[in-house]
């Protein structure tokens, strides 16, 4: 018999690595692990396993009783098997025994398989039997999995016996044979012995419960006159909820064991009065006296009689074995002479009613909990709502450590390590010194240590003489919190000492509750990913600085929405002719896409903006854009276009030297203008459609904006959900503004209310700025070519007066190639200005729409030259349109050319043409 199937399981080496505190191999299953454990901390060391002396057992138990009648009709499958069915109760000690093969009969007696000796872990070790036992689950141990080497020959396969009342284990029935004749058939076998004895335990139950019903009715402790004919209320009239309350209340009555009375309002003006009857009488089942309740029901309508509540059915037989086992079962009548009161509505014993009791409050505790836990997508949040749905209704004190990483939106890291603090709850202070937010480590002998590391929920103490004495703690349920296969850390569950212990049924509900938790919890961590990386990405995406210019003093705020609800973006651009750009936008996409889709209209508004257009055109080539871009994104069965339809812009450019600004919105809130006297005013625009749905093309329009007005661009998240309400708060906030761009944005952005944010807002203060009159010069000139030369003077003069000699040759280059140009090319009015500023600016404007083209000359053309060199002279250059025509213009700094005039040759050389 000392034969032992190789490849499958731990080697003999494995135990001895454990037993030395060193790493195991995979092949070491996680119930296995934890049974040795357990052994390891009772100190069971293989030279101390074995089978004890037997001692007397009652072979008359309810358990025997309800399991040898299948047994005996089961065991001769596993004779032809060489195997061994066992049976043990609920203290692992062998009661039945069926073994048929002589071999392995000598063997169990020589080793002291015998009934009466136990299988528990603490004699004999990990075994199919006694570890099925402590595991309430099938448990299957083979080979060198056992510790003890007396079992090392054979396997065992062990399922639990659990009471159909109260969910206990019984006992266990396992099927033990030598490891070479094991075959995943016994795991089959013995599943469906353990149901059927389950089912004769439910049948054994029902019929002493009809025997309890018989002996309460000859009790006579319901006793009262038949109803006259036509009298009382049918219980089958009542509503369906009517007839759940009072059945839930009777159940409370028999819980409590002894006479009482209630008054439950019904619906429909009916009151119905329960009355709890308790007696106690020998039964023929047991024998003994046991304590029955009955409770009586009575309706009446408003202040009508009390009428006895009738027409319950009578159980059968086969009622009482289907009914629900913990609730009892309703009757008003069996057979023989006896017969109830006609207002009987339940009657059970208080045990069972108080199980039902408990049994509704797990199952609405689960039902609160899936409701509750999980409402938010913020991990913390979610861990809290955790601890407040378990105290004080299962336990005394809950703590909640999470993995730093996931608090962080990122993926888990090593299950034992970089746990924080992120929720507790206790009924009174706080047993543990570790606060909210602080880093938790757990010792690796731990509970908590444990169920990381074998991904189970652990119960401690495993037995009443290994209850802790520190802390006052009488019982602990550690529970991984898993997701995805991924552990986001751990929830520990706590009764203090005058509570009561945990019981298998409360570790059911607090991994089912935590199970619940940790898929919530791995959503708002992944919703926590996703907006961090959203936000980054955002953010990278705005504007980090905003240019330098004079025409404006600018301040912006950003604030972003608590859950993803847009992309707001804003940008200061700086164009020609000293004037500057302000654009804010609203994109109503989400997520990625949405700061995608941002990005993109930011560099399009950017190069739009480039090519000097007038507001009005900039957005309708916006929304041509988003138009594009919607139908790129739209389902091709015809389906929804996504929400870049709802996407909102304003546009504004300044130009200091009129004091003149233009706008265009399209379907964007109207910008305020804080004038200097300190009114507010919102800009009656035309605010056009959102951009994407076509229609009429946008306008244009034109305020003047005395200097030190403040123009404010601003998304809708600003208004909150209430655009009036919003509107006034934002009106009373600029009104009492009188400071800085700076100032009165942080003025504006305190009007949020600060309720949860729904969506982004972005506000861009710009205070407006004036050129000083002696910083623009400009020239009416005829469209005649003498004027160059008369230009050139006017603009020499003009340097010296300004101290910008040193930039007199290229500027009057520049503007004697621009007038000649407009001259030859253009239409009067024609005009020169020049703008000192940041740079300096020279401006050449005529009617004509028709735009210069630098081309390519040769050696032999007499022209196509004067744009090349104003290209190579000016640092940058460019045309614009206006409503009367066009403007070429120039800049170049102010520091250039102070001591000499720039080298033309390199411009000169371009035009060379080697083949002549």
């Known amino acids: 018999m000392a034969h032992i199937r190789g490849g499958e399981g731990p080697s003999e080496e494995e135990f001895e690595r454990f037993l030395h505190g060193e790493q195991v191999g995979r092949s070491v299953r996680p119930v296995i692990l934890r049974s040795w454990r357990r052994c390891q901390a009772v ?51 062998l009661v039945l025994r069926y073994l048929s093969d002589p071999g392995m009969r000598r063997y169990f007696d020589k080793v002291g398989a015998v009934p009466g000796t136990t299988y528990a872990e603490s004699a004999v070790g990990t075994n199919g039997t006694g570890t099925a036992l402590r595991e309430r689950r099938l448990t299957r141990v083979a080979g060198f999995e056992h510790p003890a080497t007396c079992v090392q020959p054979f396997t065992g396969t062990g399922v639990p016996i659990l009471d159909p009342l109260t969910g206990h284990a019984l006992g266990v029935v396992s099927i033990v044979c030598p490891n070479e004749r094991d075959d995943p058939a016994m795991s089959i076998l013995v599943q469906q012995v353990a149901e059927r004895i389950e089912r004769r335990l439910l049948e054994q139950s029902s019929e002493r419960e009809r025997d309890l019903f018989q002996t309460y009715l000859r009790a006579g402790g319901l006793t009262g006159p038949p109803p006259a004919e036509g009298a009382g209320h049918l219980l089958r009239e009542l509503p369906r909820g009517d007839r759940f309350l009072l059945e839930e209340k009777a159940v409370g009555l028999i819980a409590l064991g002894r006479r009482a009375a209630i008054e439950i309002p019904l619906s429909h003006g009916r009151t119905a009065m329960l009355r709890a009857v308790p007696t106690t009488e020998p039964t023929a089942v047991t024998g003994s006296a046991t304590p029955v309740v009955g409770v009586v029901a009575q309706v009446r309508i408003q202040d009508g009689p009390w009428e006895p509540l009738t027409d319950v059915p009578a159980p059968g037989v086969a009622d009482l074995v289907n009914a629900p086992p913990l609730v009892p079962s ?24 108080k199980l039902a009791v408990a049994a509704r409050k797990r199952i609405r ?4 909990a899936a409701t509750n836990i999980g409402r938010t997508l913020d991990v913390e949040r979610t861990a809290e709502e955790l601890a407040e749905a378990t105290v004080p209704r299962l336990a005394d004190h809950v703590t909640i450590d999470l993995h730093e990483s996931v608090l962080r939106g990122e993926e888990p890291a ?12 206790a009924v009174r202070e706080n047993l543990f010194p570790i606060g909210l937010g602080k880093p938790v480590h757990y010792l690796p002998t731990s509970p908590q240590a444990d169920c990381l590391l074998d991904r189970e929920a652990v ?17 602990l349920i550690a529970v991984p919190l898993i997701a995805h296969d991924r552990v986001l850390g751990v929830a520990t569950f706590m009764r203090l000492g005058g509570s009561g212990p945990f019981e298998d049924d409360d570790v059911s509900i607090a991994v089912e509750m935590v199970r619940h938790a940790a898929v919530c919890v791995d959503n708002a961590r992944r919703f926590t990913r996703e907006r961090t990386m959203v936000r980054a990405l955002q953010q990278s995406m705005l504007p980090r600085s905003l240019p330098e210019q004079t025409a404006i003093d600018v301040a912006h705020r950003y604030l972003p929405a608590q859950e993803a609800a847009g992309h707001d973006w804003f940008d200061v651009i700086c164009l020609s002719g000293a004037r500057v750009a302000l654009v804010v936008g609203d994109v109503a996409d989400r997520g990625l896409h949405g700061v995608a889709t941002m990005g993109r209209l930011r560099t399009a508004v950017g190069n739009f903006a480039s090519l000097d257009m007038l507001p009005a055109d900039i957005l309708n080539h916006l929304d041509d854009l988003v138009r594009r871009l919607s139908h790129e994104e739209a389902d091709p069965a015809g389906g929804d276009e996504g929400h870049l339809t709802r996407t909102t812009c304003a546009y504004a450019v300044y130009d200091p030297t009129s004091r003149r600004c233009a706008l265009a919105c399209a379907g964007h809130p109207p910008p305020a203008v804080v004038y200097p006297d300190g009114s507010v005013e919102f800009l009656d625009l035309p605010t056009g459609q959102p951009l994407g749905l076509g229609g009429s093309p946008f306008e244009t329009a034109e305020v003047e904006l005395p200097e030190g007005s403040m123009l404010v661009l601003y998304t809708k998240g600003l208004l909150a959900d209430d655009p009036r309400a919003g509107a006034e708060r934002l009106r009373l906030a600029l009104g009492q503004a009188n400071g800085s761009a700076e100032q009165t944005a942080t003025s504006v952005l305190a009007t949020v209310p600060p309720d949860d944010l729904t969506d982004d807002v972005t506000v861009l203060v710009a205070r407006t700025r004036a050129l000083e009159p002696d910083h623009v010069a400009s020239w009416d000139l005829a469209s005649d070519p003498a004027v160059v030369s008369r230009v050139r003077g006017e603009v020499a003069g003009q340097l010296a007066a300004w101290d910008l000699e040193h930039l007199a040759f290229n ?6 190639e621009l007038v000649t140009n407009a001259i030859r090319y253009g239409s009067e009015p024609i005009r020169a200005r020049m703008i000192l500023d940041r740079m300096l600016i020279c401006e050449v404007s005529d009617a004509s729409e028709s735009s210069p083209r630098p081309r390519r000359a040769v050696a032999t053309d007499e022209g196509g030259r004067g744009l090349f060199l104003v290209a190579h002279i000016a640092e940058c250059w460019g045309t614009r349109y206006t409503h009367r025509g066009k403007v070429i213009w120039a800049e170049q700094p102010l520091t250039g050319g102070a001591d000499e005039p720039a080298d033309l040759s390199a411009a000169f050389s371009f035009f060379a043409d080697d083949d002549l």
């Open 365 to 368: 505790l689960l039902y609160e």
């Open 43 to 93: 100190a069971c060391t293989p030279d101390k396993l074995g089978f004890p002396d037997p001692v007397e057992i009652d072979q008359n138990a309810f358990l025997v009783r309800a399991a040898r009648p299948i047994l005996d009709r089961v065991h001769h499958v596993v004779e032809n098997a060489d195997a061994a069915l066992l049976l043990v109760d609920d203290q692992a000690r």
């Open 811 to 816: 500027t009057e280059l520049i503007f004697s």
């Open 414 to 425: 090593d299950p034992g390590t970089g746990l924080r603090r992120v929720a507790t709850r």
């Open 330 to 353: 309703p009757a008003t009548s069996v057979a023989g002479d006896e017969s109830p009161d006609p207002g009987l509505l339940l009657f059970g014993e208080p045990g069972v009613g």
């Open 459 to 475: 119960l401690w103490p495993d037995s009443p003489e290994n209850a802790p004495s520190g802390y006052g703690i009488g019982s």
